[in-house]
């Protein structure tokens, strides 16, 4: 740095301005180069034809070439907020290329927990490999090493993108394709819904005090198909209700009879779950 203020000061004629004000912005652009890469918009389709080819994503890329491993993110019951953007740096900055994905907004969807036939989880299952086959055409993105992670409805879409259903997609749009996810993150997902066995590493992640659903119907789905799945494993964390990593302060939402709400340090114990399971 003090050698760059010295060249700024030693600039006294016009060709030594000129020459300074080339150099100051080449600093800037290498120093702006070795910044993570601001999340840059873009759009892709479902791996099904007769689904949204317009649907939403927010890529952030970490500085470099790459190929790095990626994330992709589900959001839940609403469309994407600052929960999923969180997570999305918070992978950007352990070296991973994250991905929101929006699965409503071409859809004119806003909060399906009114009504969640309005859109499946095999619709969003489509959305997620329609994703995968995106990313692996990206110089930057290591295509065997792609992993999702999704929240409440989004956190069953990942469940069943690991089982039969995802297998289903599989056989039907990416002719046979035995290539898998690489890890698995269900955020308090909605377990009782839930068929195994899982083909891949699995974390669930939910809350003691979930009353939306219960981290006991996890447990009991985990314990039916240990032994026929992949890696499982399940965190409780307490005193965490539902979307506790979520922007919403604490409320009960009579029209699914659940309380939701953030929780900081419930948040920050679940960082570092996912990071020991990443790593």
């Known amino acids: 740095m003090r050698f760059y203020l010295k060249e700024i000061r030693n600039c006294w004629c016009n ?12 600093c800037a652009t290498i120093m702006l180069s070795a910044c ?17 080819q317009n649907l939403g994503v927010r890529i952030y890329q970490p500085a470099g070439p790459g190929p790095f491993p990626a994330i992709i993110l589900l959001h839940g019951s609403v469309p994407p907020t600052d929960r999923e953007q969180f997570w999305a740096y918070h992978f950007q900055k352990a070296g991973y290329v994250a991905v929101i994905i929006d699965s409503f907004g071409p859809r004119g969807l806003s909060n399906i927990s009114y009504d969640y036939g309005q ?17 692996k055409t990206k110089s930057f993105v290591d295509g065997t090493r792609i992993g999702i992670m999704g ?26 394709d035995n290539s898998g996810f690489a890890f698995a993150i269900a955020f308090y997902p ?13 974390l669930i992640v939910t809350g003691e005090l979930d009353d939306w659903t219960p981290a006991r119907d996890c447990q009991l789905m985990i314990d039916k ?33 659940a309380t939701i709400g953030a929780n900081p340090a419930a948040k920050s114990r679940a960082v570092n779950i996912v990071d020991d399971f990443v790593k």
């Open 15 to 26: 060709f030594h301005q000129c020459f300074c004000l080339f150099f100051i912005f080449a």
């Open 36 to 52: 993570n890469s601001a999340p840059g918009s873009q759009a892709f389709g479902s791996i099904d034809p007769t689904e949204p």
């Open 119 to 135: 859109i499946t989880q095999l619709h969003r299952i489509k959305d997620l490999y329609g994703a995968r086959e995106y990313l």
């Open 151 to 176: 929240f409440s409805h989004g956190g069953g879409t990942v469940l069943d993108a690991i089982n039969q259903n995802g297998e289903y997609v599989k056989r039907k749009f990416l002719n046979h």
């Open 190 to 202: 909605g377990c009782p819904f839930a068929n195994g066995p899982y083909t891949v590493p699995l």
């Open 225 to 257: 198909y240990r032994e026929q799945s992949a890696e499982m494993r399940l965190e409780i964390i307490p005193d965490a209700h539902h979307a506790f990593d979520g922007p919403w302060e604490l409320q009960y939402l009579d029209h699914v009879k």
